[in-house]
């Protein structure tokens, strides 16, 4: 990694730098020209441990932004329990980047979007909740308007509903790549694990959506073992899952 970002990095434990190191690197190929090629990924590991997925993905931005120079704002996508602690965590961990947020009462969000620098896209991060999201997603609204560096969705699997309000508003968002965090175990169901890989790349699983459908009607005990392998392929094909959460997994009998 470049010396700017050493700040940031220094602050993780091994394993997290690591994790962030694979981010860096599947990421930005091609000199950062795969940044900009619809890219995305899943950042998964045990339940419990949010606050280094927090400060991984806070590196990656800072990465973005003072090694790569990719300008734009970023959209993270949280909770509200959340929001506070993300907040805190940038403004500790991040402090050359500028971060606000747009949620909370009718009077705060006004209050929010009165400010030019975050109308206009201005700031480097912008924290919102799954509960104001699709109030402010329309296309001349604040989010749908904004063309975002990056989409971060924190517990993820909020949007794992693809007919759901939340659902409907993120597909609404521009940006240049999608990110999911997650404590929840991918692979407990199948279908959910589908609807967020659909998220993150529409473009290249919309058209096997009914392949996928039939392949799980299928018998279990015909089905199970062949299918649950070639879907832990596509999976490590498509995204990247902290190394100890692969390990942990892939050691498990079909």
Known sequence: MGEPCAPDVRTLDP?????????????MVGSGEGFFDRCGGILADDM???????????????????????PGPALVVVPLSCAGNWLREARKFVPHLSIAKVCGSSKEKSFSLDDDDIWFGMKDIIVTTYETL????????????????AVILDEAHRAKSSTSKIREALEMTQSASRFLLTGTPLQNNLKELHALLKFLWPDVLAKQSE???????LPELAAKALFLARCRCEVQGLSWISAKQVSRDLSKPV
């Open 15 to 27: 394993h997290s730098a690591s994790a962030a190191e694979r981010l860096f690197d599947r990421m």
């Open 48 to 70: 419990g441990l949010g606050p280094r997925k927090t400060l991984m993905t806070l590196c990656f931005l800072s990465y973005l932004k003072v090694k790569e120079r990719i």
């Open 134 to 149: 699709p109030h402010l997603a329309g296309p001349e609204d604040f989010f749908g308007r904004v063309f975002w560096k």
């Open 211 to 217: 392949v996928f459908e039939n392949a799980i009607q």
